[in-house]
């Protein structure tokens, strides 16, 4: 699909909301390229922003931050207003700025591993799940974070966290629609995404 008529679907997923933005979810697991995808797709569509739920989840916990994202970030977007919220993290451990969204723009992504769950079902108007080669995805988290011991004990307690809450939630089951990323699949990556069809829970 060309990645406008992605982003027409998307749109096309809550055809009534009025004076508020639409709020689409990407997600995916760890290295799937949900940040690069939204983005991407923030570069494409005007007065869009980009939400990273990593922000929300720095120094808090791995997943458990649905109830803080969906208090300061989605619910004032689905009243309209701005956002400009600093977690408790970010002030415990001095981290400057805050998560910001101006009050005026169309649409907000919000990407992260995570995002679609029956938690925040409410708050989100479509979604994307990336599904990508796992061992791809591996190779791009080394090449982005390194292999330090550290790192690896990083990536295994991530790891012992995301696959149970990802089964538990399977949001490849409720996603808008499916992206493969990377693909063999001849297209115009410039232009263009592999889509799938939504599967049935």
């Known amino acids: 699909m060309t990645a406008l008529d992605v982003v027409r679907q998307l749109r096309d997923a809550s055809p009534d909301v009025t004076g508020r933005p639409l709020v689409i979810a990407i997600d995916g697991r760890g290295g799937a390229g949900k940040t690069t995808l939204a983005d991407w797709l923030r570069r494409l569509v005007p007065n869009s922003a980009v939400v990273h739920t990593?922000?929300?989840?720095?120094?808090?916990?791995?997943?458990?931050?649905?109830?803080?994202?969906?208090?300061?970030?989605?619910?004032?977007?689905?009243?309209?207003?701005?956002?400009?919220?600093?977690?408790?993290?970010?002030?415990?451990?001095?981290?400057?700025?805050?998560?910001?969204?101006?009050?005026?723009?169309?649409?907000?992504?919000?990407?992260?591993?995570?995002?679609?769950?029956?938690?925040?079902?409410?708050?989100?108007?479509?979604?994307?799940?990336?599904?990508?080669?796992?061992?791809?995805?591996?190779?791009?988290?080394?090449?982005?974070d390194g292999n330090s011991p550290e790192q690896q004990e990083h990536v295994a307690s991530w790891l012992a966290e995301e696959l149970p809450f990802l089964l538990r939630e399977q949001p490849w089951a409720r996603a808008t629609l499916i992206v493969a990323r990377p693909t063999n699949i001849d297209h115009d990556p410039g232009t263009e995404l592999v889509v799938a069809p939504p599967i049935s829970p």
């Open 54 to 144: 990593d922000d929300i989840a720095w120094n808090h916990a791995y997943f458990d931050w649905g109830a803080p994202l969906a208090e300061n970030v989605l619910q004032p977007l689905h009243r309209g207003e701005a956002v400009n919220f600093r977690p408790d993290a970010w002030i415990a451990h001095g981290r400057t700025g805050s998560v910001t969204v101006p009050a005026d723009v169309d649409v907000v992504w919000v990407e992260g591993t995570g995002i679609i769950r029956d938690e925040l079902a409410a708050w989100l108007d479509a979604s994307v799940w990336i599904q990508g080669d796992l061992d791809e995805q591996e190779r791009w988290t080394i090449i982005r």
